[in-house]
């Protein structure tokens, strides 16, 4: 059983065709999805006097695969991952996997087979990162067997959050720490507000998890975007705000067992690693 999770804005929630994008996800999907977990806050920090339209806000709380959660604090972006794994955390659990997806992307039918039979063949493997075919190529990454040319290990350990990543076999021990991590970082560094991928990557990186990425099928409106989704042009200071949520991370993340030998420098070397493992995944 797989879940599916996502944020929205009022912008886009309020758009005539964004439960009929919805609906299409779902009847496309050639394996189904048992629910979709639609995070929205109380209030928007980004649009203080905006709200998501009545009418679409009814029609989605009618849908009975579609779990609204009600959110009292704007984690931005990272509510997509947070909303359900702080207040679905059972439902998480006992699933085989929660794909974590954006608002504004169409998704090939085989979004949930893919990932379902990666981790079926994989029952060690946690974390996987979903990438349009385009830009899977572009990751020259040694393929994780002759098996399977279309997986491959991530040095870097990025999640394509615009794209979709997946997490599997959570532990509650490693929902708590990762909830915990990221409220605290965009409490305490008000750049990372916008940049989840980069928040997801250092916890990756200091937890010692590895991330595989898959290979999905092109999607037309995915393809006609390719500068802007590989974040080549975009206006956000990456790698500002991944110094920036490294340097408290490094000051404030707690590390029961510190080894000198194993302090990180920013930028990260694949093959070290800061913390020692505290929680397992999965």
Not at 48 to 71: A, F, G, Q, R
Not at 138 to 165: A, I, K, Q
Request: with cysteine; glycine share 2%.
């Amino acid at each position: 059983m797989f879940l599916l999770a996502m944020t929205t804005i009022p912008p886009r929630a309020s758009s005539p065709d964004f439960i009929q994008r919805l609906q299409r996800l779902r009847d496309i999907q050639t394996r189904p999805f048992h629910k979709l977990f639609l995070s929205i806050p109380h209030e928007y920090r980004r649009f203080p006097h905006d709200c998501i339209n009545k009418t679409v806000l009814d029609t989605l709380e009618s849908m009975d695969w579609i779990d609204i959660l009600l959110l009292e604090e704007d984690y931005g972006p990272a509510s997509k991952f947070l909303g359900p794994l702080l207040h679905r955390r059972q439902e998480v659990m006992d699933a085989t996997g929660i794909i974590i997806i954006d608002d504004d992307r169409d998704y090939s039918p085989t979004l949930v087979e893919r990932y379902e039979d990666f981790f079926l063949k994989h029952p060690t493997i946690t974390v996987a990162t979903g990438n349009q075919e385009l830009y899977f190529h572009r990751l020259l990454y040694p393929s994780l067997s002759p098996d399977f040319v279309d997986v491959r290990l991530s040095r870097t350990r990025r999640v394509s959050g615009f794209m979709s990543f997946c997490l599997a076999r959570v532990s509650p021990e490693t929902i708590d720490i990762l909830c915990r991590y990221t409220q605290q970082v965009l409490h305490n560094v008000p750049s990372a507000f916008f940049h989840d991928e980069g928040i997801l990557w250092i916890f990756l990186h200091v937890m010692d998890i590895a991330v595989y990425n898959i290979n999905h099928p092109f999607v037309s409106s995915i393809n006609k975007e390719a500068p802007e989704a590989l974040c080549e042009n975009t206006p956000t200071p990456r790698t500002n705000i991944e110094k920036a949520i490294w340097d408290w991370t490094h000051s404030h993340f707690p590390n029961p067992n510190p080894n000198p030998n194993k302090i990180l420098s920013f930028p990260f070397s694949p093959s070290q690693t800061r913390l020692q493992r505290h929680t397992r995944w999965g």
